[in-house]
């Protein structure tokens, strides 16, 4: 039973462009939302995270949104660099410690 | 090291014959994770310890997984009588505590022949 969905498996997007990254969840319980970042033979790497309270996080050059009614939530990197080329996951949580993880989008930044 | 460590970073075994990966968490971390990735999948959630409290177990897919932790200090996970099918990346991560974002490890690829 896949509670967060990532539909795009891969995304190319320009240097300097806007990169956007689409997460869906399916339980209504969720209240706590991560990005990953993750390059390969790497462990992911924490982004940014969102509460349940909010529906907009900033940090630097990444922006998480979080539309509750939807169950939709989307990280915006803007300017995307070479270096962001990786695979992003998002997870989603409703209780301590148990995180739903998607299946990940690929990223790929082109010159 | 500053880092959560996972030993070994790879692992080729004969199916039927049990494994043990090994996790160091980051210092003062209290909550640690079990994760399982298989290839082109998502992370899947496996176990979840928290300080001295009763696990959860509640993704471990068979009786062949058990992992253990001594305290709020190394942790491993040991799968018996391998399969086929338990060839994937196995990834350990740890937090302050269970609402807080994971600092992951880098993985055991294990493969079984």
């Known amino acids: 039973d896949q509670q967060v969905k990532q539909n795009s498996p891969s995304l190319s997007v320009q240097e300097g462009r806007i990169s956007i990254l689409n997460c869906d969840y399916t339980?209504?319980?969720?209240?706590?939302f991560l990005w990953y970042k993750k390059y390969p033979a790497e462990g992911p790497t924490f982004l940014i995270s969102?509460?349940?309270?909010?529906d907009k996080n900033e940090d630097g050059r990444f922006t998480v949104f979080l539309n509750k009614s939807a169950k939709h939530l989307s990280l915006h990197i803007v300017p995307s660099q070479p270096g962001d080329s990786a695979v992003y996951f998002c997870?989603?949580?409703?209780?301590?410690?148990?995180?739903?993880f998607g299946a990940g989008t690929q990223v790929v930044v082109t010159p | 090291g500053a880092g959560v460590s996972q030993s070994p970073s790879n692992k080729v075994t004969e199916k039927g014959k049990d494994v043990e990966l090994r996790c160091d968490p980051i210092?003062?971390?209290?909550?640690l994770y079990w994760y399982r990735q298989r290839l082109g999948q998502g992370l899947e959630f496996l176990i979840y310890?928290?300080?001295?409290?009763?696990?959860?177990k509640s993704g471990l897919p068979s009786d062949r997984f058990s992992a253990e932790r001594t305290g709020e200090s190394v942790s491993t996970l040991t799968i018996q009588r391998t399969q086929q099918e338990d060839s994937a990346v196995y990834l350990c991560?740890?937090?302050?505590?269970?609402?807080?974002?994971?600092?992951f490890g880098d993985g055991t690829r294990l493969s079984i022949l």
């Open positions: 310890f928290q300080g001295n409290s009763a696990p959860d």
């Open positions: 969102i509460s349940s309270i909010k």
């Open positions: 210092s003062g971390h209290t909550a």
């Open positions: 997870a989603a949580s409703s209780s301590w410690g148990k995180f739903q």
């Open positions: 339980n209504s319980m969720f209240d706590y």
């Open positions: 991560a740890s937090s302050l505590a269970g609402d807080q974002p994971q600092h």
